[in-house]
């Protein structure tokens, strides 16, 4: 299954230059945990950072800066990391190991951004998944019982 496929299409996304006190009233807003920065390029919303809530703790918060006075490119992960929209799942999961994220940005081939990945969207998915299997079981062994009275 292509990571396409579970990615949430609704991305709180956010420019440069705006304020990082604007990136915190999104994520209340949206009830998210972070927001993606995009360009635009040639129509093309082309992811070029994130911030998450824990650089709002760590990088302004904690350190007593005004958020209101810091762009939002002062303080994002600029080597954001993607991944192509026809990976598959697994691949996903073994990507975001290996990069240490917990967030993927979905794009096309063009670059364009398409959605996200979230670590949730992924452990839904495996619960939802393992739910049916056990279910599967719990039939089987009751077919299983039934036969053998």
């Known amino acids: 299954m292509p990571v396409s496929e579970i990615c949430n299409r609704e991305v709180v996304v956010i420019q440069k230059n705006e304020s990082v006190v604007d990136a915190a009233?999104?994520?209340r807003k949206h009830?998210?945990?972070d927001v993606?920065?995009?360009?635009?390029?040639?129509g093309i919303r082309i992811p070029v950072g994130i911030v998450t809530d824990r650089d709002l703790v760590m990088e302004v918060l904690a350190v007593e800066l005004d958020g209101a006075c810091l762009t939002v490119e002062e303080i994002m992960e600029q080597e954001v990391v993607t991944i192509q929209e026809g990976t598959g799942?697994?691949?996903a999961i073994q990507y975001m190991r290996q990069k240490a994220v917990r967030r993927l940005p979905v794009v096309n081939n063009q670059g364009g951004?398409?959605?996200i990945l979230t670590l949730d969207d992924i452990l839904e998915l495996l619960s939802e998944e393992?739910?049916?299997l056990s279910h599967l079981v719990r039939r089987?062994?009751?077919k299983e019982a039934k036969i053998r009275s």
Do not use: C, T, W, Y
Request: net charge negative.
């Open 130 to 132: 393992l739910l049916a």
């Open 31 to 33: 009830h998210v945990g």
């Open 113 to 115: 951004l398409i959605g």
């Open 89 to 91: 799942i697994f691949e």
């Open 140 to 142: 089987e062994q009751q």
């Open 25 to 27: 009233k999104l994520m």
């Open 36 to 42: 993606l920065v995009v360009e635009d390029r040639a």
